[in-house]
C-alpha cells in the first residue's frame, strides 16, 4: 500500500440495529446489534443465507438506509446524524457500489458511466478526470470500448464498466453486492481478480456479498450473518472440496 | 448544472419516440394560441383602426351648464323643482390655453381645436342638414388623416372653400367647383367653394361633415373666436381612458375617450378577448398536463437509474433539476416548433383566407408564447420532479 496506511480504520459498527415498520405492529427487527470493524486492506466476505439481513446490511453500511439503533462510522465519522445531503455527498466520494446486475445507464456510453459519481459531484470532466477514467477501463480489460453503449456490451464487460464506475472517485470502501451473480465462471473469475488487484494498489476496502462458497474462500476473512446476527468473523476457510 | 442538462437531454434523447410525440403534443397546442391570439389581435386592431380612424381618442368639451340653486338660508328648507337646462353651443374658454397645455401632456400625440355646429346645406330646392366641422387644418390632419381620403379635389379650406362628404355631394348634386349655400340659422348664411370631396367610408359623416376654415365656422355659428370642442390623440389607444380622466381633473372641462363613446364595442372587444383568453388557458392547461404525465411515467421508467444515480452520490436536488430541466426542454423546444407551425397557419391565412384584414405577427407574441411555454414545462414537471428526488435509493435500485 502506497500512500494509505493499512490499518487505517475504514468503517466501524457500534451495536447497530436496523427495524422496518418502526411504531407499527409489523415492526420487525432485521438486524440485532452488529459490531464490524474494516480497515484499509480488508478483503471480506459477507455470507449467509437468504433472508440474514446481508442485503439490509449492505444498504445501512452504503448509506442508502439509515439504522435504526447504535452507529456506524466511516472513515471515523459518526454517519447516524447525518443530514440527507452530507449522505448522499459521503456515499459519492468514499463508497463505490457494484450491483448484482451491472446497473450502468443506457443513455450513456461506457466511458461516461465510468465518469458519472465525478460528474455528479464536480459537473463536466476535466482532461485529468478523462484520462482517469480511460485508464481505469484500460486496467479493467475494456481498452477501446470506452465509447460504446451499455447494450452493446457482454454481461462481463458491463459489470467490468460497473466496477471501474466504482472506483473512479477512489472510494475507501467498494461495497459489491453478488457482483459475480450474473456471469459465466470466466467472466466472473475476471472481475474478482480486478477487485483483489484494486484492494492491494489503491488500498481500499472491499465488502463482497455472496453466496458462492468458492468465491468466499478467496476471500482473507469471512463475516457469516445468521438471523441478523454475525454468527462467525474469522479468516477464510479453503472451499470444500 | 451541467451534469443535470446532460443527464436530462439524454434521457429525452433516448426515449425517443415518447419525447416527439409530446413535442408535437405541446406544438399543436402552441401553435393553436398562437394562432388564435394573432387572429384576435389582428382582428380587433383592424376594427378599432377603422373605428379611430374617423374619430378622436378623446373629446375636450365644456362642462354642461347645470342650474344654479342658491343654498337655503339657516333654518328654512327649500323645495327645489328643477328642469335641466338647454345645451346651448358654447365655446370652450380660454381654449388657446387649454389647447397648448394638452400639447405638453404626456402620452398626447395631436391636440386639434375644432368648432363644429348643426346647419343646412342648400343648392337649389334641395336642403340637407349638415355638421360643420371648422378646422385648424394642419392639426387637424393629423388626428384624422382627411387629405388621404379625398377622392375629388383637394384638401383645401382657405376664406371661402369648403369640403364636402362624398354621400352629400352625391344628394346635392355637387361636384368640385360647385357652390354650395351654408345656412347656420338666423340669417347668418354664407355661399362656398366645394374644393374636395373626401370619402371616409362611415356613411354618417361622408353625408353629414362639411368641413371648412374655422373663422367661416365662427361666424356661422355666431360664435367668433369660439372652439366648442378639442380633439386629442394619444400614443396608446388603451390610455386613452386615464388621459381623459387627467384631462377633466386639469382643466375642468368634460373629456370623453373613445371607450365611452364606444361602450359597445369595447364590450363587445372585451368578450372576445375573453374567451380567448379561456381558450388559451384551458388548451395550456392541457399541454401542462400531457408533459407532467409523460414525465410522471418517465420517472417510473426510469426508477432503477435514478436509484443508481442517487447510490452514486446524486442529490435530490439534482435529481429534481433533473426531471425540470426535461420539463423546461419540452415547453421551450414545443413552443418553437409550435410559434413555427402557428406563424406558418398566420401566413397562410393571409395568403388563402379571405383577405377581409391582414393579421400581423408580432415577434413578441412568439417571444412570449416560449417563455410562458417553458414556465409551464418547469411548473408541470414539479410534481413527476418531486417524486424522482424523493425516492428511496434502496426501493428504487431493486426496481425491476
Given amino acids: 500500500m502506497s500512500e494509505h496506511d493499512a490499518?487505517?480504520?475504514?468503517?466501524?459498527?457500534?451495536?447497530?440495529?436496523?427495524?422496518?415498520?418502526?411504531?407499527?405492529?409489523?415492526?420487525?427487527?432485521?438486524?440485532?446489534?452488529?459490531?464490524?470493524?474494516?480497515?484499509?486492506s480488508d478483503f471480506v466476505a459477507l455470507v449467509g443465507a437468504s433472508g440474514s439481513g446481508k442485503s439490509t446490511l449492505l444498504n445501512v453500511?452504503?448509506?442508502?438506509?439509515?439504522?435504526?439503533?447504535?452507529?456506524?462510522?466511516?472513515?471515523g465519522e459518526a454517519t447516524r446524524g447525518m443530514d440527507d445531503a452530507r449522505r448522499t455527498a459521503l456515499r459519492?466520494?468514499?463508497?463505490?457500489?457494484?450491483?448484482?446486475?451491472?446497473?450502468?445507464?443506457?443513455?450513456?456510453?461506457?466511458?461516461?458511466?465510468?465518469?458519472m459519481p465525478l460528474m455528479v459531484a464536480s459537473g463536466k470532466p476535466t482532461s485529468e478526470q478523462l484520462d482517469r477514467g480511460r485508464q481505469l477501463l484500460a486496467q479493467v480489460g475494456l481498452d477501446g470500448l470506452e465509447q460504446r453503449r451499455p447494450d452493446?456490451?457482454?454481461?462481463?464487460?458491463?459489470?467490468?464498466?460497473?466496477?471501474?464506475?466504482?472506483?473512479?472517485?477512489?472510494?475507501?470502501?467498494?461495497?459489491?453486492?453478488?457482483?459475480?451473480g450474473n456471469l459465466d465462471s470466466t467472466s466472473a473469475a475476471e472481475v474478482f481478480e480486478l477487485f483483489r488487484r484494486f484492494n492491494r494498489e489503491f488500498g481500499c476496502a472491499v465488502l463482497l456479498v455472496t453466496h458462492d462458497a468458492r468465491l468466499s474462500a478467496q476471500c482473507d476473512r469471512t463475516v457469516t450473518l445468521v438471523d441478523g446476527r454475525i454468527e462467525s468473523d474469522s479468516a477464510s476457510q479453503p472451499a470444500p472440496a | 448544472m451541467w451534469v443535470e442538462w446532460t443527464i436530462a437531454t439524454r434521457f429525452l434523447r433516448e426515449g425517443r419516440a415518447q419525447s416527439t410525440l409530446i413535442l408535437?403534443?405541446?406544438?399543436?397546442?402552441?401553435?393553436?394560441?398562437?394562432?388564435?391570439?394573432?387572429?384576435?389581435?389582428g382582428l380587433q386592431g383592424n376594427i378599432i383602426d377603422r373605428t379611430l380612424g374617423t374619430q378622436a381618442h378623446i373629446k375636450v368639451q365644456p362642462a354642461e351648464e347645470t342650474n344654479r340653486i342658491l343654498a337655503p338660508a339657516d333654518g328654512t328648507v327649500h323645495l327645489v323643482l328643477e328642469n335641466r337646462r338647454a345645451q346651448r353651443l358654447r365655446s370652450i374658454n380660454n381654449w388657446q390655453q387649454v389647447r397648448d397645455v394638452l400639447d405638453t401632456l404626456p402620452r398626447v400625440t395631436a391636440v386639434s381645436p375644432v368648432i363644429s355646429g348643426p346647419a343646412f346645406a342648400r343648392r337649389g330646392e334641395a336642403l340637407e342638414s349638415v355638421a360643420l366641422v371648422g378646422i385648424d387644418a394642419a392639426r387637424y390632419q393629423r388626428i384624422i388623416p382627411v387629405q388621404d381620403d379625398i377622392v375629388e379635389g383637394v384638401?383645401?379650406?382657405?376664406?371661402?372653400?369648403?369640403?364636402?362628404?362624398?354621400?352629400?355631394a352625391l344628394e346635392l348634386g355637387m361636384r368640385?367647383?360647385?357652390?354650395v349655400r351654408i345656412d347656420g340659422g338666423q340669417g347668418r348664411e354664407s355661399v362656398l367653394n366645394v374644393a374636395g370631396i373626401f370619402e371616409l367610408g362611415v356613411r354618417e359623416l361622408d353625408a353629414r361633415y362639411v368641413y371648412l376654415d374655422m373663422k367661416q365656422a365662427q361666424s356661422l355659428l355666431d360664435l367668433p373666436g369660439a372652439a366648442t370642442l378639442i380633439d386629442v390623440t394619444v400614443d396608446d389607444i388603451f390610455a386613452a381612458q386615464p388621459v381623459a380622466a387627467r384631462i377633466a381633473r386639469l382643466t375642468g372641462l368634460k373629456a370623453e375617450s373613445w371607450m365611452e363613446t364606444n361602450a359597445q364595442l369595447m364590450n363587445a372587444l372585451r368578450s372576445q378577448s375573453l374567451s380567448t383568453q379561456m381558450i388559451s388557458l384551458f388548451v395550456a392547461l392541457s399541454v401542462a398536463l400531457g408533459i407532467a404525465s409523460v414525465l410522471s411515467v418517465s420517472v417510473v421508467q426510469r426508477t432503477r437509474e435514478i436509484g443508481i444515480l442517487r447510490?452514486?452520490?446524486t442529490t435530490r436536488r439534482q435529481m429534481l433539476r433533473v426531471f425540470l430541466v426535461q420539463g423546461a426542454l419540452f415547453g421551450l423546444a414545443g413552443s418553437v416548433l409550435g410559434g413555427v407551425a402557428g406563424y406558418g397557419l398566420v401566413a397562410a391565412f393571409n395568403t388563402f383566407g379571405p383577405r377581409l384584414f391582414y393579421i400581423p405577427v408580432e415577434p413578441a407574441l412568439l417571444v412570449g408564447a416560449a417563455v410562458l411555454a417553458t414556465l409551464t414545462g418547469v411548473v408541470s414537471a414539479a410534481l413527476p420532479a418531486r417524486r424522482a428526488a424523493r425516492m428511496d435509493p434502496v426501493e428504487a435500485i431493486r426496481h425491476v
Fill in chain 1, 7 to 40: 490499518r487505517q480504520e475504514v468503517l466501524r459498527l457500534q451495536g447497530l440495529r436496523k427495524s422496518y415498520n418502526v411504531g407499527r405492529p409489523t415492526e420487525t427487527e432485521v438486524l440485532h446489534g452488529l459490531d464490524l470493524r474494516l480497515q484499509r
Fill in chain 2, 24 to 41: 408535437v403534443g405541446i406544438a399543436v397546442g402552441v401553435a393553436v394560441i398562437v394562432f388564435l391570439t394573432a387572429l384576435i389581435n
Fill in chain 2, 176 to 179: 368640385v367647383g360647385d357652390k
Fill in chain 2, 155 to 168: 384638401f383645401r379650406i382657405g376664406a371661402g372653400d369648403a369640403v364636402v362628404g362624398r354621400q352629400l
Fill in chain 1, 61 to 75: 453500511i452504503g448509506l442508502l438506509d439509515r439504522p435504526t439503533a447504535g452507529e456506524l462510522y466511516l472513515l
Fill in chain 1, 152 to 180: 452493446q456490451l457482454s454481461g462481463g464487460q458491463q459489470q467490468r464498466v460497473a466496477v471501474a464506475r466504482a472506483l473512479v472517485t477512489r472510494p475507501s470502501l467498494l461495497l459489491a453486492d453478488e457482483p459475480t
Fill in chain 2, 311 to 313: 447510490a452514486m452520490g
Fill in chain 1, 92 to 115: 459519492g466520494t468514499a463508497i463505490g457500489f457494484v450491483f448484482q446486475f451491472h446497473h450502468l445507464i443506457q443513455a450513456f456510453t461506457a466511458l461516461e458511466n465510468v465518469l
